[in-house]
C-alpha cells in the first residue's frame, strides 16, 4: 500500500499553476499579435505561425513527454520541461525578427509538451489512493485551464498596452523559477527500463508542420503548384511513417490497439473539428476587434473577457452535472452546433459593427457551445479505456484538439487572405476576409456535431457493451 503523501495538496498547487500557465501560453498572445506584426515584420498571414509554431510542436510532442514521464520518471521531466519553457520564453522575449519569435515559440511548445503530460502523471500519484480526493484534486486542476484563459487574455492586453508586447513572454520566466524552486514538493519516481520511440515523435511532428506549412503557402504560391503538392505528399508520407513505426516496433508511442477504446475515435474527431473551429475563431475575432474596430490591446483584451469567464463557470460547475444527466454525446452535438451559430453570427459582423451589437451576443453563444462540449469529449474518450491505456487516451484526445487547432487555424488563413483579409487599412475587405474565416469554422463545427450526434455511441450503449464483454481471466488487477 502505498504511502499518502502529507504535502500532496501543496504539491496540487504547483502542479494546478502549470496546468494555469502551460494555457495561458495558449491565449496570451492574442491581444499581443498586432503590435508583434508591427515590431518584427510578420505578413498578415504570416502572423498565425506566432501560435501554430506553438501548438503544433506541443500537440506533436505530447506523447514522447507522456513516455518521458513514464521511463524518466514524471519530476525529471516536470522540472526539464520548465526549464525548456523558460528558454523558450528569453528567446521569444529578446527575438527581433520573426523567425526568431517562431524559434523561441517551438521551443516554448516543446517545454509545454514535457510539462502538461507529467505533471498528469504526478497529479494520479499523488492522489489516487482516494477516488475522493482525486476527483476534487481533478477538479482543481481542471479549473486551472479556464483560468489560465480569462487570465492569459487581461495580461495580455494589461502588458500589450502598458508595458511592451514581450512582458507577455517575459512573465514566465520568475514564474518558472518559482516552480522549480517549488519542485521538491513533487514525488520523485526512479527511472525505469524502457525504450523511446524518437523517430516516431520526429515522424507526426514534422508531418504535421509540413502539412500546416503547405496549407499558409498556397495561397501565395497556388494550391496546385509543384511545391504545395510536394510538401502535401511530404506530410502524408510522414504521417503514414508514423502509424507504420507503431505497427512495427515493440514500445511505440502510440499503440494502434488502443483505437478499440469505445468512442475513442468518434471522441477525437469532435476533439479535431473543434479545435479547428474554436483557434481561428479566437484568432480572428482579436484581429477584427483591432484592426477593424480599432480598438487598443487592453480593450481588445477586455472585451474577450466575457467570453472566457462564461467558459470558466460552464467548465467548472455547470457542465460535469449536466453530464451527469444526459451523457456526453448529446453535449458533444449540441455544443458543437451552438459553437457553429455563434460563428455564423460573428460572419455578419459588418466594418462599422459595435461590441454589443455585433461581438458580446455572438462570442458568448459560440463560447456557451465550447464549453459544452469539450470536457464531455475529453472523458468520452478516456472513459472507456482500460486503467492502463488511460494516460495514452489523454495524450492522444490532447494531441488532436492542438492538430486540429493549428490545421484549422492554417486552413482558414489561407481563406480569410484571398478573400481580402491581407488588405490592411481596407476595412471592409478585411471584414470579408474575417467573416469568411467564421463561415469556414462554422461549417467546421456544424460537421463535427452532426457526425458526433450520429456516430458516436451513447453511455448507456458504451456501458451495455462493457456489461455484456466477458470478464478477463488470470489477470492480476492492480491497486
Known amino acids: 500500500m502505498s504511502t499518502v503523501n502529507p504535502r500532496r495538496w501543496w504539491a496540487l498547487v504547483v ?54 514521464s513514464d521511463l524518466v520518471g514524471a519530476r525529471k521531466i516536470f522540472v526539464t520541461g520548465w526549464a525548456v519553457m523558460i528558454a523558450g520564453s528569453v528567446l521569444a522575449a529578446a527575438a527581433q525578427t520573426a523567425w526568431v519569435e517562431i524559434a523561441g515559440r517551438a521551443v516554448q511548445g516543446v517545454g509545454g509538451a514535457l510539462i502538461a503530460p507529467s505533471a498528469m502523471t504526478l497529479l494520479m500519484m499523488l492522489f489516487m489512493h482516494d477516488p475522493k480526493e482525486l476527483g476534487k484534486a481533478m477538479a482543481l486542476y481542471g479549473a486551472a485551464a479556464p483560468a489560465g484563459g480569462t487570465a492569459g487574455v487581461f495580461l495580455g492586453g494589461v502588458f500589450t498596452e502598458w508595458a ?32 523511446v520511440d524518437v523517430l516516431g515523435a520526429v515522424a507526426v511532428t514534422a508531418g504535421l508542420a509540413l502539412a500546416v506549412f503547405a496549407v499558409v503557402r498556397a495561397p501565395e504560391v497556388g494550391w496546385g503548384s509543384t511545391a504545395t503538392i510536394l510538401e502535401l505528399v511530404g506530410a502524408a508520407v ?18 494502434l490497439s488502443v483505437w478499440r477504446v469505445p468512442r475513442l475515435g468518434s471522441a477525437n ?4 473539428l473543434l479545435g479547428a473551429a474554436w483557434i481561428p475563431m479566437w484568432y480572428f475575432l482579436n484581429l477584427y476587434l483591432q484592426q477593424v474596430l480599432g480598438y487598443g490591446a487592453f480593450a ?13 463557470i460552464f467548465m467548472t460547475a455547470i457542465t460535469a452535472r449536466l453530464m451527469m444527466k444526459v451523457g456526453a454525446k448529446p453535449l458533444i452535438g449540441i455544443g458543437l452546433l451552438l459553437l457553429a451559430a455563434g460563428l455564423v453570427w460573428l460572419a455578419a459582423v459588418p466594418p462599422t459593427g459595435t461590441f454589443l451589437v455585433d461581438v458580446l451576443p455572438a462570442s458568448l453563444v459560440a463560447a456557451l457551445g465550447m464549453s459544452l462540449a469539450y470536457i464531455p469529449a475529453m472523458i468520452a474518450a478516456m472513459s472507456g479505456a482500460p486503467q492502463e491505456q488511460a494516460g ?10 492542438n492538430v486540429g487547432s493549428a490545421l484549422g487555424l492554417a486552413a482558414l488563413t489561407a481563406v480569410a487572405m484571398s478573400q481580402g483579409a491581407d ?19 462554422a461549417i467546421t463545427a456544424a460537421v463535427g456535431g452532426v457526425v458526433t450526434l450520429l456516430v458516436m455511441k451513447s453511455d448507456k450503449a458504451v456501458a451495455a457493451e462493457a456489461a455484456a464483454a466477458p470478464a478477463p481471466q488470470g489477470e492480476k488487477v492492480s491497486a
Not at 512582458?167 to 525504450?195: D, Q
Not at 474527431?269 to 479535431?272: H, N, R
Not at 481588445?300 to 470558466?312: D, F, I, K, Q, R
Open 164 to 195: 511592451a508586447w514581450q512582458w507577455v513572454f517575459i512573465i514566465y520566466i520568475p514564474i518558472g523559477l518559482a516552480t522549480l524552486a517549488a519542485a521538491r514538493l513533487l514525488p520523485n519516481v526512479e527511472s525505469r527500463r524502457g525504450s
Open 269 to 272: 474527431l469532435a476533439m479535431t
Open 300 to 312: 481588445s483584451g477586455a472585451a474577450l473577457l466575457p467570453m472566457t469567464v462564461l467558459l470558466m
Open 15 to 68: 502542479l494546478a499553476a502549470a496546468q494555469f500557465m502551460v494555457i495561458m501560453d495558449t491565449s496570451i498572445i492574442g491581444v499581443a499579435l498586432p503590435e508583434m506584426q508591427k515590431d518584427l515584420g510578420f505578413t498578415q498571414g504570416e502572423l498565425q505561425w506566432v501560435f501554430n509554431a506553438y501548438v503544433i510542436v506541443f500537440g506533436g510532442l505530447l506523447l514522447l513527454g507522456g513516455r518521458l
Open 238 to 255: 510522414l504521417l503514414a511513417l508514423f502509424f507504420v513505426i507503431q505497427k512495427s516496433i515493440r514500445e511505440p508511442l502510440m499503440p
Open 423 to 441: 488588405q490592411l487599412g481596407n476595412l471592409p475587405k478585411l471584414t470579408d476576409g474575417f467573416s469568411a474565416a467564421f463561415i469556414g469554422a
Open 392 to 401: 495514452l487516451a489523454s495524450g492522444i484526445v490532447n494531441t488532436t484538439y
